[in-house]
């Protein structure tokens, strides 16, 4: 068995001993049995040379040699339809353990060598991260001197399921019951790093009853950016059995036309309840909440350059709930506190640091459903956006509980 940390970086000759370049990733059918098909090869220069496992010469015999050869009459070709990169596609990527029904991150990739090299599995335990760091030897000794054994976490490929490998797609066979009995939040975690395409897929495999619990674990915004993606119908059934409020909030970040086709497919009773809360935001809009007195810094910035900021900019500010980061277009992409800022080195980009996941509100969602958002997942503020994600400012739930208080 061969490991694809053993192969990577590897020197890349022809049968004359001309150095081509480097191994730096290898490509595979995503199949049943998914074979290796091509070498890539770093050169040094801007587009890789891509050469097929045909052209392996007799002198690297199943790789092992510190120097893999290549015949002199090699070809350089492009990738095919039904090919993806072992590791772009693979390393370091979350994975499906169909076995063990969890999500499992992928530390190096195992390949068998005869009769001809295939994908056999992936390693998912620490052994694997210190074969990269070549400490791997080492600390096996150390283990044997101390009388413990260690070991790779090996997974066979018929056991785990690749979600998302290249270009966007999902690889998935319906007839998988394994994939069903992850638990929802574990499988909510891997769908808030990936596309809603892909998401909308996996949910169909599911039940109605396991899909709306995935949906439940997911973040508020990726529940907001799945249901303008379902078709209506669809989402009906999964509003139908989501929580009252968060359904109420998923529509107000909806069309109007959308929004009312998915009410028409609702009872009557779910629906009253529906256009009852959606109702609060003519006399219970977040606007009066909003305050602009909030710190918003680019992705690029270290913490040296924020800490500055904060000096500067927030004198006049009664607190500094959370640092929110943005893109180049000046979009909300994530959220520091105050805290993990001061605990990171100065040379640190914020954009290491951020949460992505977040929850934001608009000017038209209810004070009411912003407080339940705050207190579902303990936040002292929301920040608010408009439609194109840009910040406009936030809402603090002190001010928005003491505007509560004086209607009691």
């Known amino acids: 068995m061969i490991y694809f940390s053993e192969l990577k970086g590897k020197s890349v000759r022809n049968e004359n001993n001309q150095k081509i370049g480097v191994l730096e990733d290898l490509t595979f059918l995503a199949e049943d049995t998914p074979k290796i ?22 002198k690297s015999i199943g790789l092992t040699h510190e120097t893999i050869f290549v015949k002199n009459d090699y070809h350089s070709l492009e990738l095919q339809i039904n090919e993806m990169f ?3 596609n693979l390393l370091d990527k979350q994975i499906i353990d169909l076995v063990g029904h969890k999500v499992v991150r992928v530390n190096d990739i195992a390949l068998q060598d005869k009769p ?48 998302e490998l290249a270009r966007g797609k999902v690889v998935l066979k319906k007839e ?11 499988l909510a975690i891997y769908l808030n790093k990936t596309t809603v395409a892909n998401t909308v897929k996996i949910l169909k495999i599911l039940n109605i009853e396991q899909a709306v619990k995935v949906i439940s674990s997911l973040s508020p915004n990726y529940q907001t950016a799945l249901f303008q993606t379902i078709k209506s119908e669809q989402a009906s059934n999964y509003l139908f059995l989501l929580p009252l409020e968060r359904a109420a909030n998923i529509l107000l970040d909806l069309s109007k036309k959308k929004r009312g086709i998915i009410l028409s497919l609702l009872d009557e009773e779910k629906r009253q309840e529906l256009l ?12 009066r909440a909003l305050t602009t007195k909030c710190l918003s810094v680019p992705a690029s910035m270290t913490v040296k350059q924020v800490i500055n900021q904060i000096k500067t900019e927030t004198e006049d500010f009664p607190a500094l709930n959370y640092i929110y980061v943005t893109n180049e277009n000046k979009q909300l992409v994530g959220a520091l506190s105050l805290h993990e800022l001061l605990m990171e ?39 608010v956006v408009d439609k194109n994600r840009k910040i406009l400012g ?8 003491d505007q509560i208080l004086e209607k009691i």
């Open 276 to 287: 009852h809360l959606i109702e609060l935001t003519k006399i219970s809009a977040i606007g």
């Open 116 to 163: 001809e090299l295939n994908v056999v599995g992936v390693d998912v335990g620490v052994l694997g991260i210190l074969r990269w760091l070549n400490l791997d030897g080492i600390l096996i000794k150390a283990h044997s001197f101390f009388n413990i054994h260690i070991s790779s976490k090996l997974l066979p490929w018929a056991n785990i399921q690749p979600l």
């Open 176 to 186: 998988d019951k394994k994939l069903k009995r992850l638990k929802p939040e574990d």
């Open 86 to 88: 072992l590791g772009k």
């Open 37 to 58: 098909t091509k070498l890539v090869i770093n050169n040094k220069s801007p587009d890789k040379i891509i050469i097929p496992i045909e052209y392996l010469s007799p």
């Open 394 to 401: 936030m809402v603090v739930l002190d001010d928005l509980t």
């Open 345 to 383: 080195n100065f040379d640190t980009p914020v954009y290491k640091l951020m949460n992505q996941n977040l929850i934001m509100i608009h000017l038209n969602t209810p004070k009411e459903l912003a407080i339940k958002d705050m207190l579902r997942y303990k936040l002292d503020a929301l920040p």
